[in-house]
């Protein structure tokens, strides 16, 4: 059997034609042919006729090549690094043809000089990022195996680009020391997408703990583009995992780690779905556009698990919040989010994250870790959901509350007004951190929450004095109520207007068995007479209180008033602070 029939059968095996074998030379050129070129030099130099082939066995460029006249001169241009089209030296421009590199599937970028071969212990190796976007802008994608460091970001910039390994976190690309620019991966177009790719930026580029480096973004999308996908992709390290810049982008099945924010997004209509952040410095989820998504998962952030910030319209269903240091949900000037299956644990036990600096053990933090954190929001519903037990450690104590109010002014403590609680099932939970943040709560509506925060449904919250549980002889108190717009039908306490005086009924039930104080304004209830409370008791007294000043505001449905004991000596009122356990409601 002559060389030409070994090289006929083995390149029939790769599926060619013997009759396309390069055969320029004596029997020593048929063997080279046999055992592949070994540079891309020698199939250049080759003399070659439309349709010939050769193999070339260069380490990490491998591959079967077949030579065309009829290639776009622009490809070949185009081709600096050589990873589709070998230019004959005796036709430099490429006007004839290329030899040009037969394949089906997904570019490698290990044909355009990519090497994959990232060192641990130095934390260095070849810059691949040309490699990689050369094999994009020029095949439309880009197939990674293995740990590639870069020095510039991975782009995506034709509509349908993509990135893509062979199976979830199987392609690393690491941001290594002298990196420039402010992404790992970049997509700019619609319909790009990235599936399975880790992306790095490493501590010594940016530290997201301290913020000092260069504040590089793992995964980034931008411009107004539509349906960028994201599955199955890491980030880790950096300013923020996935920084979502561009419009209704769906990730699924993502995880953010050890990020300053785990994913920020700041265009509409975006879609997380089965998503985690772990170790955010900051922030696990920050939006400041419309947000939709379920099953999200965030544990040990820094600041805030989710943070919503200026939004329309929010719907999110599936919330796990484990471990946050400072609160589980912040809505800054938030209106209308619906956020439902909450789930809480573990508040206030992120002994990782003090402002930047590690808590150790048996420190006490200076700071509270709340459930809800509201800044001038209103009208959101949050349902439960379940909260865990806070602060089950021993060896660290930090306060937390179900519910803080934020004001951007001094002077105007209820701006988050009208939000619903629903459905929360809690276990020793503390309402909220001083009067005033009581009185905020008082201004929104906890519906169906049971647990140690049961007492506070449809009764404390309702009502709010200074005098909780006694008044002397002459003295008296301030107080505040808070209507709900909702009528009980069944129990509904009731207020409303007539002839400029206020009238207050609670349930018959409640009355007769004397529990609760109970405000009549009203000249025909009971023979009582205008600006005077009748309180009746199990023991049949009825202390005389003076009820004056009787304002209300409609915007925030505030009911205020002032009382005055009477009679000769002091009465214990022991529910003072509370109204009936039922809703009250305007009429």
């Known amino acids: 059997m002559s060389a030409v029939d070994v090289v006929a059968r083995g390149l029939a095996a790769r599926g060619l034609a013997a009759n396309n074998i390069v055969t320029s030379g004596p029997d020593a050129t048929v063997q080279q042919a046999l055992d592949g070129y070994v540079t891309r030099a020698e ?38 690094l050589e990873g589709l ?8 421009s490429g006007a004839n043809g290329a030899w040009s590199r037969i394949y089906d599937g997904t570019a490698r970028p290990e ?40 020095l510039s970001p991975i782009e995506l910039f034709n509509v349908g680009d993509c990135l893509v390994t062979a199976g979830a976190e199987t392609a690393q690309v690491f941001a290594i020391a002298g990196f420039n620019g402010d992404a790992v ?32 973004d793992c995964f980034v999308t931008t411009g107004s583009v539509y349906h960028q996908y994201l599955v199955d992709c890491r980030a880790v390290g950096g300013r923020r995992g996935f920084s979502l810049g561009a419009l209704e982008g769906k990730l699924r099945g993502c995880h953010a780690d050890s990020n300053f924010d785990g994913y920020y997004v700041e265009n509409f209509d975006n879609y997380l779905n089965n998503v985690t952040a772990k170790d955010s410095v900051n922030y696990g989820i920050h939006s400041e556009c419309g947000l939709e998504g379920n099953n999200l998962h965030m ?30 949900i912040n809505l800054k000037q938030t209106n209308g989010a619906i956020i439902n299956s909450i789930y809480f644990t573990k508040m206030g036990e992120n002994r990782s994250f003090d402002g930047g600096a590690s808590i150790g053990s048996g420190t006490t933090p200076d700071y509270d870790c709340n459930y809800f954190s509201f800044t001038n929001s209103r009208h959101n519903v949050l349902r439960g959901g379940y909260i865990a037990v806070q602060n089950t450690t021993t060896t660290i104590d930090r306060g937390g509350h179900y519910f803080v109010n934020f004001a951007d002014s001094a002077d105007d403590t209820l701006r988050s007004i009208e939000n619903r609680f629903e459905n929360f099932d809690t276990a020793d939970v503390v309402i ?22 049961s007492k506070y449904d449809n009764e404390g919250l309702l009502w709010r004095s200074d005098q909780t549980t006694s008044i002397a002889a002459g003295a008296g108190f301030s107080a505040k109520m ?43 209830d009971s023979g009582s007479k205008d600006g005077v ?21 409609a915007a925030t449905r505030v009911l205020t008033f002032d009382v005055t004991n009477t009679g000769a000596s002091g009465i214990t009122l022991g529910m003072a602070a509370r109204m009936p356990t039922e809703n009250l409601g305007l009429a």
């Open 185 to 216: 991966v970049r997509l700019h177009e619609s319909r790009c997408y990235a599936r399975g790719v880790v992306a790095w930026v490493l501590s010594e580029v940016y530290d997201p703990a301290t913020q000092v480096g260069t504040p590089i």
């Open 482 to 524: 808070w209507l709900s717009p909702e009528i009980n039908s069944t129990h509904g306490s009731r207020f409303a207007m007539i002839g400029g005086e206020w009238l207050a009924r609670g349930s018959a039930t409640n009355r007769a068995a004397g529990k609760f104080l109970v405000p009549i304004v009203n000249p025909s």
């Open 299 to 328: 544990v040990r952030s820094g600041q805030a698990a989710l943070s919503l910030f200026n939004q329309v319209p929010v719907m999110l269903d599936g919330v796990f919040i484990d471990t946050p240091a400072r609160a589980g």
């Open 111 to 150: 044909w355009f000089g990519a090497v994959a071969d990232f060192d641990w212990d130095t934390e260095s190796g070849t810059d691949s990022a040309p490699a990689i976007n050369a094999c994009i802008a020029l095949t439309g994608g880009a197939f990674l195996a293995g740990d590639y460091c870069a």
């Open 85 to 92: 089209y070998l230019v004959p030296d005796g036709d430099p």
């Open 533 to 553: 409370f009748t309180a009746t008791y199990a023991n049949g007294t009825a202390p005389s209180l003076t009820l004056t000043n009787v304002a209300y505001n």
């Open 432 to 453: 909220a951190k001083n009067a005033g943040q009581r009185d905020s709560m008082q201004a929104n509506k906890v519906i169906d929450c049971h647990g140690t925060l």
């Open 43 to 80: 199939i250049k130099a080759l003399s070659a006729s439309e349709g010939a082939r050769a193999y070339l066995v260069e380490a990490g460029r491998e591959g079967a090549f077949v030579f065309r006249s009829a290639v776009p001169q622009e490809r070949i241009v185009a081709d600096t």
